[in-house]
């Protein structure tokens, strides 16, 4: 059960259907940070943010992370409204989400991200976060089934896509593919990563994640 105040409502204007809409979030100065996972999947005490991180309109069926809900064209909304939104039976993501509720409003943003021929790293942000949320359902096939995909999108946006910004950069992504390669037994593929990490000059201003990358190759070689 989350506490009273966890959650509030936010009102959000669906740049597709026009359309006004509530949406849950959790309180910043709820979020306790009991630990983090490897590929960074973070548990809290109470709500994790991480259920709550796409919009869905209710009314339409556009669905996107947060960052991206506002960052459609004409174009894209003509698609969406053709794709989805004729499609679409109304419903309410407002509130305590369960799991499935929170796997379901993922799986439709990245319904919705493939239509809009969004970037690689912004698909393999959504099939992470899919990832993150089958391993804490305990579905091992879904989870290591969204976590390839990611690794795959991630591995072209790394070679293809500028990854200088908020959501994604080099070394995160390169972290990220040897991390996952690590978790589905590729060890050759995570040791190749993790060195990429290591060799590029500018993780010595990322001490952090210089440390993690050390760790998990440390792992990788143990195993």
């Known amino acids: 059960m989350a506490e009273v105040g966890e959650l509030y409502e936010k009102k959000i204007n669906c740049p597709v259907c026009g359309k006004e809409f509530k949406t849950s979030k959790v309180r910043l100065s709820k979020l306790r940070l009991v630990k983090r996972d ?62 499935e509720e929170s796997i379901a409003a993922y799986k439709l943003a990245l319904f919705c991200g493939e239509l809009l021929e969004d970037k690689n790293y912004e698909l393999g942000n959504i099939c992470v976060r899919l990832g993150w949320l089958n391993r804490l359902k305990e579905d091992e096939d879904e989870e290591e089934r969204f976590l390839s995909l ?54 010595k201003s990322n001490i952090a994640l210089e440390k993690m990358v050390r760790e998990q190759w440390q792992v990788v070689k143990e195993e």
């Open 38 to 99: 490897s590929d960074f999947l973070p548990y809290y005490e109470g709500e994790n943010p991480v259920f709550y991180g796409v919009f869905v309109c209710p009314h339409c069926g556009y669905a996107a992370l947060e960052e991206n809900f506002n960052k459609i064209n004409f174009q894209g909304r003509e698609t969406i409204k053709k794709e989805v939104s004729s499609k679409w039976n109304e419903r309410s993501f407002l509130g305590k989400r369960t799991i």
């Open 150 to 203: 990611a690794r795959e999108l991630f591995s072209n946006a790394y070679y293809n896509e500028p990854l200088n910004n908020e959501s994604m950069n080099p070394l995160t992504a390169a972290y990220l593919i040897g991390e996952i390669s690590r978790r589905m037994g590729d060890r050759d593929e995570a040791i190749k990563w993790f060195n990429t990490v290591l060799k590029d000059p500018e993780i």
